[in-house]
C-alpha cells in the first residue's frame, strides 16, 4: 500500500514572461479590497507598487502538471509560489523531475504546544463573581477586571476607544458565534480551511473540542458581557478562519495556517491574533526567524502592513523543548507571553532568546486564570491558562491603538506596546519588555488630551471656558490646536485654542440662546504628524451641553462684621459670589435701632471679590447703636 505523503511544490516563476508582469500585476492591484490598499500603502514606500510578484496568481499550466501526476492537491501559496499535495514516493519524485518545479519539500506537520489545565473554578455562573469596583470604571468587568486593571485598560475605554473600525483576524480551531459574550460581533468572512467550507462552528463529525479553544480566545479579544467579561476590543470586526483540526494527531499542517494568512489578509484585516504555536518536526536551530516557512509567511503579512500577533508558546518546562514556538521567532511579529495576576513570569510561558540572539517575547499579559467563555455553554464563563489567552488581550489593545490612530504601521504598533510595557528600558527573555500598559502605549504615538466636560448650564452670556491640558513625548505642533464648536446641530466653527502656561490651553465658546444645545470637540496634531481629536472620532462623537432657564440663585460669601468703634468707623465690607450666568450686581441695605430700612447701596466689582465701605458717617451714630445689615 502507498501511503501519501504532504509535500511543499515551489516553481520557478509564475509562468508568464517579464513583459507582462506589469498588466498582471495592474490586475491584482484593481482586485485588492479599498482597505487592504489603504493598509499596504501605509508601508509601501512612496513610488513604488503596491502590489509585487507575490501577488500573482500561480500558473495554471504548472499546476496541472503536478496533479496529472495523480497528486492531491491541497493550498496554494502565492506569497511562496509555492503549492501543497498529497503524494506518493513515485509522485514526488515524477513532480521533482517536472522542469517548472523548483524544489519539493516536505510539508511540516505541527504538533500543538500543550495547554496547562486550570485546577479549579472550571466552570463559573454568570453572577459567580461581582466586581468590587462597580463605581471605578464606565464598564463592570466582573472577574475579568484583575486582567483589564493588569494591563491598564479601563481607563482607555472609558475615554470611548473599543476598536470600532478595526478588522481583526482569528486564525485557531473553531469557534461558537451564539454564546452570550460572543453574540455583538460583526463577523465580516468566515473560512474553514480543515474541511473547505464557508462554516467555522462545529458541524457533525467534527471532534467535540472542535470548537473550545478559538472560542476562548475570541472572547479573549472580543467578548463583552457585563459583570462577566469584558475584553478590550469588543467593538472590532472580526474575520475567523478555522485552521486546525483538533480531531487529528497532527492538529494543523502550516499549508492551512499560510493558506489562512493570505486570505485574511486579501480581506482588508488590520491585525492577525494566532494562539497556535508548533515546535514538532523543527530543530532549535530553525527558529532563527527565517527558516520555519510559517513564520516566514507571518513576517510577509507584516510586510503587507497587518500587524500578527502570536503566543510565545507553554514550553518553559518541556525538557524536551523548552523554547519558543512557531512563529514566535519572527522578528517582525509579536510575539505575547504569560504572567500571573501579580506580574510574575507564568511556570509555563516560553522563553527566548530565537535561536539567533534576539530577545523574546516582546511583552506579557495575564495568561493565568483568564476569564474565558466556556465554549459548551452559551451562559457560563470559565478560567484558562496559557499563553493563548494573554496573546488577545494585548492583539485587543493594538486594536484600540490602531482605531485612535488608524495610520500607524506593525511596527509602530510593536514600537509603542515595547516601550510603554513595564520593563522597557531593561528587557529580557523571560517578560521581553514587560506587561503592557495600555494608557502609556496608546498615549505613545499623538497628543494626549485631558479635559473635563462642560455641564449644562444657565449662563447665556458666555463665553465658555473650554480648558484642556495637551501633552506629547515630542513636540507639539501650534498650527493644528484647535476648538471646534457648534450650536443646534449648525455648521461647525473652529477656534484656535490659546496657550497658557505649561500644557495648558483655553478656548471660548460664545454664549448660547435659552434652550441650545452646544457641541463641541478639541484636535491636536505634533511634529509627527499624527492628529488626535477628543472625544474620539470628535464631529461624530462630540462633547454637548444644554444652555437652560436660569432657576438658580447666585451663592454669596459675606463674613459678617463683629462690634465695632466710632474711632475706625466705616468698615469695609467684602463680599464673594458665584454663578452659572454671572453676577449682574451685590448690593446692601441697613437699619439703624431697628429703624427705617435704608438702601440698598451697590458694592463695587473688583478682581474676584466685591466692596462697599459701609455708607454711614461716624457723626451719624451715637456710641450703643445697633445697626442691622443684609448683603445680596
Given at each position: 500500500?502507498?501511503y501519501?505523503?504532504g509535500i511543499w ?6 509562468g508568464?514572461?517579464?513583459s507582462d508582469l ?8 484593481a ?8 493598509r499596504?500603502?501605509?508601508v509601501i514606500?512612496?513610488g513604488q507598487?503596491?502590489?509585487?510578484v507575490r501577488d500573482l ?5 504548472y499546476?496541472a502538471?503536478?496533479?496529472a501526476?495523480?497528486?492531491?492537491p491541497r493550498r496554494i501559496?502565492r506569497?511562496?509560489?509555492a503549492?501543497s499535495?498529497n ?7 515524477r ?7 523548483r524544489?519539493?519539500d ?6 500543538r ?5 486550570f485546577?479549579?473554578r472550571?466552570?463559573?455562573s454568570p453572577?459567580?463573581?461581582k466586581n468590587?469596583?462597580?463605581?471605578r470604571?464606565?464598564f463592570?468587568?466582573?472577574a475579568s477586571l484583575g486582567?483589564?486593571?493588569l494591563i ?6 472609558d475615554?470611548?476607544l ?11 480551531a473553531?469557534?461558537?458565534l451564539?454564546?452570550?459574550c460572543?453574540q455583538h460581533v460583526?463577523?465580516?468572512a468566515q ?7 464557508d462554516?467555522?462552528q462545529?458541524e457533525?463529525?467534527?471532534?467535540d473540542?472542535q470548537y ?10 472580543m ?5 462577566n467579561?469584558i ?13 486546525e ?5 497532527t492538529?494543523?499542517?502550516e499549508?492551512?495556517?499560510?493558506a489562512?494568512?493570505e486570505w485574511v489578509?486579501?480581506?482588508g484585516?488590520?491585525?492577525?491574533t494566532s494562539?497556535?504555536?508548533y515546535?514538532?518536526?523543527y530543530?532549535y536551530?530553525d ?12 513576517d510577509?503579512a507584516v510586510?503587507?502592513?497587518?500587524s500578527?500577533?502570536?503566543?510565545a508558546g507553554?514550553?518553559?518546562?518541556n525538557a524536551?523543548?523548552p523554547?519558543?514556538?512557531a512563529p ?8 505575547v507571553?504569560?504572567?500571573d495576576?501579580?506580574?510574575?513570569v507564568?511556570?509555563f510561558?516560553?522563553?527566548?532568546p530565537?535561536f ?5 517575547p516582546d511583552?506579557?499579559a495575564l495568561g ?5 467563555a ?5 451562559h ?6 496559557g499563553t ?7 492583539a ?12 500607524l504601521?506593525?511596527m ?6 515595547r516601550?510603554g510595557?513595564?520593563?522597557?528600558r531593561?528587557?529580557d527573555n523571560?517578560?521581553?519588555w514587560?506587561i503592557i500598559?495600555a494608557v502609556?502605549?496608546?498615549s505613545?504615538w499623538g ?6 466636560p462642560l455641564?449644562?448650564?444657565e449662563n447665556t452670556?458666555g463665553?465658555?471656558e473650554?480648558?484642556?491640558t495637551i ?13 471646534y464648536?457648534r ?8 477656534e484656535?485654542?490659546t496657550?497658557?502656561?505649561g ?5 471660548l ?8 444645545i ?5 484636535e491636536?496634531g505634533?511634529?509627527?504628524?499624527f492628529?488626535?481629536?477628543?472625544p474620539?472620532r470628535?464631529s461624530?462623537?462630540p462633547w454637548a451641553?444644554?444652555?437652560g432657564?436660569d ?8 463674613t ?17 459670589s458665584?454663578d452659572?450666568v454671572g453676577?449682574?450686581r451685590?448690593?446692601m441695605e441697613f437699619?439703624?435701632?431697628g429703624?427705617?430700612?435704608q438702601?440698598?447701596w ?7 471679590y466685591?466692596e462697599?465701605?459701609f455708607?454711614l ?6 456710641m ?6 443684609e448683603?445680596?
Amino acid at each position: 500500500k502507498l501511503y501519501p505523503l504532504g509535500i511543499w511544490v515551489e516553481f520557478h516563476d509564475k509562468g508568464m514572461a517579464d513583459s507582462d508582469l506589469v498588466a498582471a500585476l495592474a490586475v491584482e492591484e484593481a482586485l485588492l479590497s479599498p482597505k487592504t490598499l489603504a493598509r499596504r500603502f501605509r508601508v509601501i514606500p512612496a513610488g513604488q507598487s503596491v502590489t509585487d510578484v507575490r501577488d500573482l496568481p500561480l500558473s495554471a499550466q504548472y499546476l496541472a502538471e503536478v496533479e496529472a501526476t495523480g497528486a492531491e492537491p491541497r493550498r496554494i501559496s502565492r506569497w511562496f509560489n509555492a503549492a501543497s499535495f498529497n503524494a506518493t514516493s513515485e509522485q514526488i519524485r515524477r513532480i521533482a523531475n517536472l522542469p517548472s518545479v523548483r524544489k519539493v519539500d516536505r510539508i511540516a506537520q505541527f504538533r500543538r504546544t500543550t495547554v496547562p489545565v486550570f485546577p479549579d473554578r472550571e466552570l463559573e455562573s454568570p453572577e459567580s463573581e461581582k466586581n468590587q469596583a462597580d463605581d471605578r470604571w464606565n464598564f463592570n468587568y466582573g472577574a475579568s477586571l484583575g486582567a483589564a486593571e493588569l494591563i491598564n485598560l479601563p481607563p482607555i475605554h472609558d475615554t470611548g476607544l473599543t476598536g470600532d473600525g478595526v478588522v481583526v483576524a482569528v486564525l485557531d480551531a473553531g469557534f461558537t458565534l451564539s454564546h452570550d459574550c460572543l453574540q455583538h460581533v460583526p463577523i465580516l468572512a468566515q473560512w474553514d480551511f480543515v474541511h473547505n467550507d464557508d462554516s467555522v462552528q462545529w458541524e457533525s463529525g467534527d471532534d467535540d473540542s472542535q470548537y473550545h479553544h478559538g472560542s476562548q480566545v475570541l472572547s479573549s479579544i472580543m467578548g463583552f458581557s457585563e459583570n462577566n467579561l469584558i475584553s478590550p476590543a469588543f467593538g472590532a470586526s472580526a474575520i475567523l478562519a478555522m485552521t486546525e483540526d483538533t480531531g487529528d494527531e497532527t492538529p494543523i499542517e502550516e499549508d492551512n495556517w499560510i493558506a489562512a494568512i493570505e486570505w485574511v489578509e486579501s480581506l482588508g484585516a488590520d491585525i492577525v491574533t494566532s494562539s497556535l504555536g508548533y515546535y514538532y518536526w523543527y530543530e532549535y536551530s530553525d527558529l532563527d526567524g527565517n527558516t520555519a516557512l510559517i513564520t516566514r509567511a507571518a513576517d510577509m503579512a507584516v510586510g503587507r502592513g497587518m500587524s500578527v500577533f502570536t503566543s510565545a508558546g507553554n514550553e518553559r518546562n518541556n525538557a524536551e523543548w523548552p523554547h519558543l514556538t512557531a512563529p514566535a521567532d519572527g522578528d517582525s511579529v509579536v510575539t505575547v507571553g504569560a504572567v500571573d495576576i501579580s506580574g510574575t513570569v507564568a511556570s509555563f510561558s516560553s522563553p527566548g532568546p530565537t535561536f539567533d540572539g534576539r530577545i523574546k517575547p516582546d511583552v506579557c499579559a495575564l495568561g493565568v486564570g483568564n476569564r474565558v467563555a466556556a465554549p459548551f455553554d452559551d451562559h457560563m464563563f470559565m478560567a484558562a491558562n496559557g499563553t493563548s489567552f494573554a496573546t488577545p488581550q494585548v492583539a485587543g489593545v493594538a486594536t484600540l491603538l490602531l482605531e485612535r490612530i488608524p495610520t500607524l504601521t506593525p511596527m509602530q504598533l510593536r514600537d509603542a506596546l515595547r516601550e510603554g510595557a513595564s520593563q522597557n528600558r531593561e528587557p529580557d527573555n523571560d517578560l521581553g519588555w514587560g506587561i503592557i500598559d495600555a494608557v502609556a502605549a496608546l498615549s505613545y504615538w499623538g497628543p494626549t488630551i485631558a479635559h473635563q466636560p462642560l455641564p449644562s448650564t444657565e449662563n447665556t452670556v458666555g463665553p465658555y471656558e473650554v480648558m484642556a491640558t495637551i501633552s506629547d513625548r515630542v513636540s507639539l505642533d501650534s498650527n493644528t490646536l484647535f476648538l471646534y464648536w457648534r450650536l443646534d446641530g449648525g455648521p461647525w466653527q473652529q477656534e484656535a485654542l490659546t496657550p497658557l502656561q505649561g500644557d495648558q490651553f483655553m478656548g471660548l465658546i460664545p454664549g448660547a440662546n435659552m434652550g441650545g444645545i452646544v457641541e463641541y470637540y478639541l484636535e491636536a496634531g505634533d511634529e509627527n504628524e499624527f492628529v488626535i481629536t477628543m472625544p474620539h472620532r470628535g464631529s461624530t462623537n462630540p462633547w454637548a451641553f444644554n444652555v437652560g432657564v436660569d432657576n438658580t440663585p447666585p451663592t454669596l460669601f459675606h463674613t459678617p462684621l463683629t462690634d465695632q468703634t466710632l474711632g475706625i468707623w466705616p468698615p469695609l465690607l467684602i463680599a464673594e459670589s458665584e454663578d452659572e450666568v454671572g453676577i449682574d450686581r451685590v448690593e446692601m441695605e441697613f437699619s439703624i435701632n431697628g429703624g427705617m430700612t435704608q438702601g440698598p447701596w451697590l458694592f463695587q466689582e473688583m478682581d474676584e471679590y466685591w466692596e462697599l465701605v459701609f455708607p454711614l458717617q461716624s457723626g451719624q451714630l451715637t456710641m450703643g447703636d445697633v445697626i442691622s445689615y443684609e448683603v445680596r
